[in-house]
């Protein structure tokens, strides 16, 4: 299923414009005041996600990739309206949630679900499968019928059996408690899923049959997906569009066969050449070279610059901004500028 047709016309589902998130302890007037006094250093802030644009169309599936601790997760909480980014704003359908009625904004809010990476920790333990299924729809009034019948057909959806509902999160195995967390997500009717991590936790066989009912539910019902993972085989499988994150920025944007075709960024480079394939011949793995610098203490200009076998001045002093390459294919990297080509 591809997206709407006119997309240049229809609003994307989810639109961040310029969205940062910085988490830290914020002074108080005493702590202020030592600060200005030189007695005390300003307390350090980490900047998760810095001034990230990012657009999702509906209809389809956007797999954002990135190493770990790149913002990722903090991303997908911000699009999912779990947190509220320190700067920037999210639009849905074109509108942005934060100027929106209550009562819409809530509505908005019920359409945008998540998947969490962990089922062993995103499931009340002390609640059965069943009334964690049904009590979102319940409490927002969203059950027409049979309340039973009801969280019967999302057990179904998922690909359980509702004979199970009546079962605690400990009594189910990993891929099953992960399909409970499905059938959360869809019993509020959403038209955008969030999946952070949803297979990582998960054995391989088990993987293949989560992706292939993420696949199934997009079809049968229109749904869109941001995909978050470091699995880079699975995004290639699942996405039509790749994002890839870089210590809290997007340094490259692209259709999936392009990004890993004709991949522009050094760092995206990087990652597709380590990517494992099958292959008869032997293969030399490099690593990346040096380690992700602290959040807390980012490199100046471009965050990759310290790791890159092509950074020059301009890469420590300037960010550079993500802009269009081709088609449909964005990066950030100074060596796109033909004064230096």
Same mark, same amino acid.
Not at 22 to 45: E, N, Y
Not at 248 to 277: C, K, W
């Given at each position: 299923? /591809? ?41 350090? /802030? ?12 509906? !209809? ?17 909480? =911000? ?38 990476? &962990?089922?062993?920790?995103?499931? &009340? ?13 319940? #409490?927002?009034?969203? =059950? ?29 195995? !990993?891929?099953?408690?992960?399909? #409970? ?33 993420? /696949? ?21 499988? =699942? ?38 394939? =099958? ?56 060596? &796109? ?5």
């Amino acid at each position: 299923m /591809m997206p709407e047709a006119g997309t240049s016309e229809v609003p994307p589902l989810i639109d961040l414009k310029s969205v940062s998130r910085q988490f830290g302890r914020h002074p108080d007037f005493a702590a202020r005041m030592a600060i200005a006094l030189k007695l005390a250093t300003p307390v350090p /802030m980490l900047r998760a996600v810095d001034q990230v644009d990012l657009a999702v169309r509906k !209809g389809e599936v956007l797999g954002l990739v990135g190493e770990s601790g790149c913002g990722k997760s903090t991303l997908g909480r =911000i699009a999912a309206g779990i947190l509220p980014p320190s700067q920037g704003s999210v639009l849905w359908r074109g509108q942005d949630l934060a100027q929106l009625p209550r009562a819409a904004r809530r509505e908005a809010r019920l359409r945008v679900q998540m998947i969490f990476q &962990n089922p062993y920790a995103s499931l &009340n333990p002390r609640r059965s499968a069943g009334d964690i299924v049904g009590e979102a729809p319940r #409490i927002h009034k969203l =059950i027409a019928g049979d309340p039973a019948a009801f969280i019967d057909e999302q057990f179904r959806r998922a690909g359980l059996d509702p004979a199970l509902k009546r079962r605690y999160p400990h009594q189910f195995s !990993g891929g099953q408690r992960q399909r #409970i967390g499905i059938a959360r997500a869809l019993a509020v009717r959403p038209d955008f899923i969030i999946c952070d991590e949803a297979v990582a936790a998960l054995d391989v066989s088990v993987q293949a049959q989560i992706l292939n009912l993420f /696949m199934d539910l997009r079809a049968s019902l229109n749904l869109t997906y941001l995909f978050i993972s470091h699995d880079l085989g699975v995004v290639q499988h =699942i996405s039509d569009r790749v994002a890839i994150m870089y210590l809290g920025r997007i340094v490259e944007e692209a259709p999936t066969d392009e990004i890993f075709a004709r991949a522009n960024h050094p760092y995206s480079q990087a990652l597709l050449a380590e990517m494992p394939r =099958i292959e008869t011949t032997k293969r030399h793995f490099t690593a990346v070279k040096g380690e992700v610098p602290s959040p807390l203490a980012p490199p100046a200009g471009c965050h990759f610059h310290p790791r890159c076998p092509h950074a020059f001045a301009r890469c420590r002093v300037e960010a550079p901004p993500l802009k269009t390459i081709a088609a449909g294919h964005k990066s950030a990297c100074h060596l &796109n500028d033909t004064a230096v080509v």
